[in-house]
């Protein structure tokens, strides 16, 4: 079952995002969860998922590699008012218009739509179909789209560069879960099979 979990979140390998959990604290002004945020500066392997997945710390990934292919991709939609944010006209938007992607609460209290390949596609074709997405769900062209690049370079020094990684879903697997139309959850392993069964190709 975790190897479906890691073969579903493959990304960069070289690096992996983390967030600190025992940082955390909730923004008075919007209810937002915050915490600190960092990369690991060291390869990403199956422990750390595991990890994960158990609870002892939080990760997250590059959707996009050093060839500029991915997996998965997301809309990250936040929002001025956690407190009142309602996931409902999103979810009631992907049922209704049959949308293979799947939603998942986000560690701040917002919503991160995921849409998964079956192989790795250029990154480009994933964004591509995301920024389509954003206007059937009435969100700004500035709403952050996964993975945030598309390829990924060189700094000035001469080193790789790293960009920008997404939180995963299904912390200690009962946290950030996926959900259904009617807005309870989805157990960890029911998502990866709702994955499965949403799974694109590159055409």
Same mark, same amino acid.
């Given at each position: 079952?975790?190897?479906?979990?890691?073969?579903?979140?493959?990304?960069?390998?070289?690096?992996?995002?983390? !967030? @600190?959990?025992?940082? $955390?604290?909730? @923004?008075? !002004?919007?209810?937002?969860?915050?915490?600190?945020?960092?990369?690991?500066?060291?390869? *990403?392997?199956?422990?750390? +998922?595991? @990890?994960?997945?158990?609870?002892?710390?939080?990760?997250?990934?590059?959707?996009?590699?050093?060839?500029? *292919? $991915?997996?998965?991709? !997301?809309?990250?939609?936040?929002?001025?008012?956690?407190?009142?944010? @309602?996931?409902?006209?999103?979810?009631?938007?992907?049922?209704?218009?049959?949308?293979? #992607?799947v939603p998942v609460k986000s560690?701040?209290?917002?919503?991160?739509?995921?849409?998964?390949? $079956?192989?790795?596609? /250029? $990154?480009?074709?994933?964004?591509?179909?995301?920024?389509?997405?954003?206007?059937?769900?009435? *969100?700004?062209?500035?709403?952050?789209?996964? /993975?945030?690049?598309?390829?990924?370079?060189?700094?000035?020094?001469?080193?790789?560069? #790293?960009?920008?990684?997404?939180? *995963?879903? +299904?912390?200690?697997?009962?946290?950030?879960? !996926?959900?259904?139309?009617?807005?309870?959850?989805?157990? +960890?392993?029911?998502?990866l099979e709702v994955v499965n069964?949403?799974?694109?190709?590159?055409?």
């Amino acid at each position: 079952m975790e190897n479906k979990f890691i073969e579903i979140f493959t990304g960069l390998k070289r690096d992996y995002g983390y !967030a @600190d959990i025992n940082s $955390a604290y909730k @923004d008075p !002004a919007t209810g937002k969860l915050k915490l600190k945020y960092g990369w690991a500066a060291k390869p *990403l392997i199956e422990s750390d +998922y595991l @990890d994960h997945l158990s609870g002892k710390k939080s990760i997250g990934i590059q959707p996009c590699n050093d060839e500029g *292919l $991915a997996k998965f991709g !997301a809309i990250d939609i936040d929002s001025d008012e956690y407190d009142n944010f @309602d996931l409902r006209k999103y979810l009631e938007i992907i049922d209704k218009k049959n949308i293979p #992607v799947v939603p998942v609460k986000s560690k701040s209290g917002g919503l991160h739509i995921y849409v998964f390949t $079956a192989e790795k596609v /250029p $990154a480009t074709l994933i964004r591509e179909f995301l920024q389509n997405l954003l206007f059937l769900f009435g *969100l700004s062209s500035k709403t952050e789209i996964y /993975p945030k690049q598309t390829k990924l370079g060189k700094n000035q020094n001469g080193e790789k560069t #790293v960009g920008s990684f997404i939180n *995963l879903p +299904y912390f200690k697997t009962t946290e950030r879960m !996926a959900l259904k139309p009617d807005g309870t959850h989805i157990e +960890y392993k029911d998502f990866l099979e709702v994955v499965n069964v949403n799974l694109q190709t590159k055409d």
